[in-house]
């Protein structure tokens, strides 16, 4: 199950989205105080230009809290995954014993080696040595299946069968985390978001009303955006970001399980 390992672009670097967003909204700002030199908004114009910069906002607001809804609700299915295949680890090492003798050191010992693979897989971040997990991973895979096909072809019984779907549930287990850490929020919801909160910032650097005040105004709403798409982007990134995934379970796992 081979995965490409690089960084998913600029999202997978959060401190360069918040540099990025910071220094763009504050141009989109700045380019409204330049667009206000040249027309300045009667008392008319203004009402209506209000309920317009409010609306906005407004959309802006929810777009960026449904981002944030989004990111949330695939970090916790990450961290809801990571304890889902502790068990599926767990469960099986127990259900070693239906195997015969020969097969159950084996399967243990495969078992403990494709934990520690799997601690790697949430703790690495270098492409290179995460390919190799990968490949590792995959070969663990195949020789733990081998390994209780052999005696449930040889002698097939609902014992042994329970030790075949146990493996099963393994190695389904770690493709379910794999498809989750793929699941991301669309590029076309960030381009929106940023498309919209460049807008924002448009429209408030046209409407100030004095623009003496703007060198220092117009630097709290890009500010606050920047932090925002800081925090939805971190969340989002699986690998890239600081608030990422700790497989607690696992390691549990791994410190429970006897030495070979």
Not at 73 to 81: A, F, G, S, V
Not at 227 to 232: C, E, M, R, Y
Request: glycine fraction near 6%.
């Amino acid at each position: 199950m081979p995965e490409h390992y690089a960084l998913n672009g600029l999202t997978d670097n959060p401190f360069g989205v918040f540099l990025i967003s910071l220094a763009l909204l504050w141009f989109a700002a700045w380019m409204g105080t330049v667009l206000h030199r040249r027309q300045v908004l009667d008392q008319g114009l203004r009402d209506d230009f209000s309920v317009n910069v409010g609306a906005a906002l407004t959309l802006l607001g929810l777009i960026i809290g449904f981002s944030f809804s989004m990111a949330t609700n695939r970090y916790d299915q990450r961290k809801n995954l990571e304890e889902a295949e502790a068990n599926a680890i767990g469960t099986e090492y127990l259900r070693a014993d239906l195997l015969p003798a020969a097969q159950r050191i084996e399967a243990r010992s495969l078992l403990r080696q494709y934990v520690e693979q799997r601690l790697r897989f949430y703790t690495e971040r270098d492409p290179q040595v995460l390919q190799q997990v990968d490949h590792k991973t995959t070969e663990l895979q195949n020789q733990m299946w081998s390994l209780v096909v052999g005696p449930a072809t040889a002698q097939p019984s609902p014992i042994v069968a329970l030790a075949v779907a146990g493996m099963n549930d393994v190695i389904n287990s770690q493709g379910y985390t794999l498809a989750a850490w793929r699941n991301r929020i669309p590029t076309a919801a960030w381009a929106l978001m940023v498309a919209l909160a460049c807008c924002c910032n448009l429209l408030l650097g046209f409407g100030a009303r004095k623009a003496n005040l703007n060198r220092y105004l117009r630097l709290v709403l890009p500010l606050l955006v920047s932090i925002s798409f800081f925090l939805i982007a971190d969340i989002d990134s699986p690998r890239g970001g600081v608030i990422r995934v700790a497989p607690q379970n696992l390691s549990s796992l791994l410190e429970s399980l006897p030495l070979q």
